[in-house]
């Protein structure tokens, strides 16, 4: 699973309310917002954009400079993707190409709504996805490249159903527990089984939220043989049971 794919289905830019946004002095947005920048120059944290980039915000990050840009604010949908949206920065550039501020101009001048949402949606994942191969990130995100952590990441995102030890992940690894354990508390913050069950529990607050699959289903789907287990480590993890998470993620997810 990997996790811009995740980000994408979890954040659509539908009534994202993509326009023309003129900056002059400071402009602040809510959510996560994308800035594609067809001319001048804002500043952004501690990162600069320039006509024919984009830049991403989240949080209330002030955008100062003199630019116009076309715009979307989303609002992330979804328990995988706001870990997504954890590890990003405040602000990054994901630097364009010749032609790429009129392509940018192009998506604010009209058209079917749906067209620009769309071409919104495309032009944020591959921002991301420029962003991450060039600096990487901090915490689970980064540690996606590391030769000895990498490997684990991608199995336990690829296969949350499977009865995973630290000896089997080891293994994915091709080095010795210690070291796994070691290695992945160091790049990720966490041990490695405490970030498989956060993993397991954000996936299944979305699998309740998203159907009406029974909890014992969505147990099966996340690696849990009993619904008892299950529901015990979901409440432990989210503060709540996985019947409440229905009502109660379906707002927030």
Do not use: N
């Not at 955008?63 to 870990?83: E, F, N, Q």
């Not at 550039?93 to 009129?102: D, H, L, S």
């Not at 996340?222 to 529901?231: E, I, L, Q």
């Amino acid at each position: 699973m990997e996790p811009f794919d995740e980000l994408l289905r979890g954040m659509r830019a539908d009534g994202a309310g993509v326009r023309r946004t003129e900056v002059s002095g400071s402009e602040v947005f809510g959510g996560l917002t994308l800035c594609a920048v067809t001319a001048g120059e804002v500043r952004a944290a501690d990162v600069v954009a320039r006509a024919g980039d984009v830049l991403v915000v989240q949080g209330s990050v002030a955008v100062l400079g003199d630019a116009t840009m076309i715009s979307g604010t989303y609002d992330v949908m979804g328990s995988v993707a706001r870990k997504l949206t954890e590890v990003l920065p405040a602000a990054l550039v994901a630097p364009g190409e010749g032609g790429c501020a009129e392509f940018y101009d192009s998506i604010g001048t009209g058209g079917p709504a749906v067209v620009a949402d769309r071409l919104l949606d495309w032009l944020m994942v591959c921002s991301l996805k420029e962003w991450f191969d060039r600096e990487h990130g901090d915490g689970w995100l980064g540690a996606q490249a590391d030769a000895v952590v990498g490997p684990v990441l991608k199995a336990m995102h690829a296969h949350p159903e499977r009865p995973w030890t630290l000896a089997l992940l080891a293994r994915e690894a091709g080095v010795a527990r210690t070291t796994l354990a070691s290695r992945f508390a160091k790049l990720v913050g966490v041990p490695p089984l405490t970030y498989l069950t956060e993993w397991r529990m954000a996936l299944a607050a979305d699998l309740l939220a998203e159907s009406s699959a029974t909890v014992a289903s969505v147990a099966r789907k996340v690696g849990y043989a009993d619904a008892f287990g299950f529901s015990a480590a979901f409440k432990r993890v989210h503060g709540f049971s996985p019947s409440e998470c229905r009502s109660r993620c379906a707002v927030s997810a």
